[in-house]
């Protein structure tokens, strides 16, 4: 949880402060009324983020400001007392902001603030300049207010950054550059990548209404031009991130219900019943988080956990929907759902490109097995993404629990001796491990989502 120091001498808006935190964020926070308490809880605790008022009881004089970056913090100045004199020193000072106290609308804009700068860790911005001087400038612009950094010095390199790095969220790109300039970049970028997918804003000296105008015609989303101040900066910066978030939002409302949409059609074309379709979500959700994943993480991959059989769309009824053992030929049919499943997805989630890669690789290599003995790829331990693996582990389970046309269920007992037993050939060993190890709360997903015909084998079977 991300460390917040509140220094302001004001009781009444250390109340406000205190009540808002805790009410609309997460923050850890600590508050200090004076210089003294500052310099205390800086010495005792690392701090990420900062609030401070310039003109405290015994540092009147902005002293603050030079003790938190001491302590490499760079802090929100909430201020009474603003004149052309600090707005100067504002373009070189390590400071993230400035606010004014002159309303409570304000006070809010500060927390707003606060949560945007946390939100900016898992952002990730390209920086594009040949000259290196420059090119740390922007990035130390950015690190300020906690964006993740990749460099770049021409169009040519950065292009091979963002098929690195698919998560990169803006691009900065100077226009004047060998190999490669910004213009040509540009329209490089847009042959893969919408507006609404990433932001690009080019930075130029040239004040020609064409040049600009041709940038934005070729896919820029913005411009500044040079020279420029860190207020003109940052405000074109969080206009554009907050428009690539709009359209973030949008686009995960509309992905939800593809995927419904999708799951669905699984369902309905196979004998998997829509239980089957949670509790492998649930499933993998624990799992994720077991093995150390980030919530947000966890969660994605959770939800394209549900489109890992897609593909038996496009296998034959009397195939899919068999009651007994298939023959080598059947099973062969069969098998080609995991590759069928992956050209399904490639173009459902083609503008979220890391989605689109977890998706379509559960879908191919969900039934890879440890050993290498698996389908399609016969791709053998870490070779197998760690998502496929997890989904191939949970899926089986699934499966042997419950009842499947060609199969009754198997008891519990039977189950997990299975999984045991085929852990370093079949399964990854170490998911296996933290499975087992926390297997009542993978049976408290069987019964809340059981099936009807499963009861009678696995009825609220109590956890181990």
């Known amino acids: 949880m991300a460390k917040l120091l509140i220094i302001e001498d004001s009781k009444t808006l250390c109340m406000v402060f205190d009540e808002l935190l805790n009410k609309y964020t997460n923050f850890d926070f600590d508050i200090a009324m004076t210089y003294e308490e500052a310099r205390l809880s800086l010495s005792q605790t690392r701090y ?11 540092a009147p004089n902005g002293e603050i400001i030079a003790l938190l970056n001491k302590h490499n913090v760079a802090p929100i100045v909430f201020t009474a007392i603003f004149d052309e004199s600090f707005r100067e020193g504002f373009e070189t000072a390590r400071i993230v902001d400035y606010v ?13 603030k606060l949560k945007q700068l946390e939100a900016n860790k898992k952002k990730t911005v390209l920086v594009v300049d040949d000259s290196a001087l420059y090119a740390n400038y922007l990035k130390q612009n950015f690190m300020l ?6 460099s770049a010095s021409n169009g040519k390199e950065a292009l091979e950054k963002l098929e690195l790095h698919p998560e990169i969220d803006l691009v900065i790109t100077d226009y004047h550059m060998p190999v490669m300039d910004g213009l040509e970049f540009v329209r490089a970028i847009r ?31 913005d411009y500044i031009t040079k020279p420029f101040s860190r207020d003109e900066f940052y405000s074109r910066i969080y206009q554009n991130v907050e428009t690539v978030e709009l359209f973030e939002s949008m686009r995960s409302e509309f992905n939800e219900d593809i995927i419904a949409l999708l799951a669905e059609v699984t369902e309905f074309k196979s004998s998997e019943t829509s239980s089957h379709i949670k509790r492998i979500s649930e499933y993998v959700y624990l799992l994720a988080k077991l093995l150390g994943m980030f919530d947000e993480e966890a969660k994605m991959i959770s939800k394209m956990s549900v489109l890992h059989d897609i593909g038996k769309v496009t296998i034959a009824d009397n195939v899919l929907c068999k009651p007994g053992k298939l023959t080598q030929e ?5 098998k080609a759902h995991t590759a069928n499943g992956k050209k399904l997805l490639e173009r459902a989630f ?10 379509q690789e559960i879908a191919m290599h969900h039934h890879e097995k440890w050993d290498g003995s698996g389908y399609p790829d016969g791709l053998k331990g870490e070779e197998i993404p760690v998502h496929a693996r997890i989904v191939g582990l949970v899926d089986v389970f ?17 189950t997990l001796s299975y999984i045991e037993n085929n852990a370093g050939t079949h399964f990854d060993p170490k998911i296996v491990k933290l499975f087992l190890l ?27």
Do not use: Q
């Open 48 to 58: 990420e983020f900062a609030v401070a008022d310039m003109n405290l009881p015994d």
């Open 100 to 112: 004014l106290k002159e309303r409570f609308e304000n006070v809010i804009y500060v927390i707003e």
């Open 145 to 150: 207010h906690h964006f993740k950094v990749i």
């Open 191 to 221: 042959k893969k990548r919408t507006k609404k997918d990433l932001s690009i804003i080019i930075l130029t000296s040239d004040t020609n209404s064409y040049t600009t105008s041709r940038f934005l015609k070729d896919g820029a989303n």
């Open 330 to 334: 059947e099973f062969e049919h069969m």
């Open 350 to 359: 083609n503008s979220d490109p890391k989605v689109s890669k977890v998706a």
């Open 398 to 414: 699934d499966a042997l629990v419950n009842r499947r046309v060609y199969k009754d269920p198997w008891t519990l007992d039977d």
């Open 438 to 464: 926390n297997i009542g709360c993978f049976i408290n997903v069987v019964n809340k989502y059981e099936d009807e015909e499963s009861k009678a084998t696995f009825c609220k079977v109590s956890p181990i």
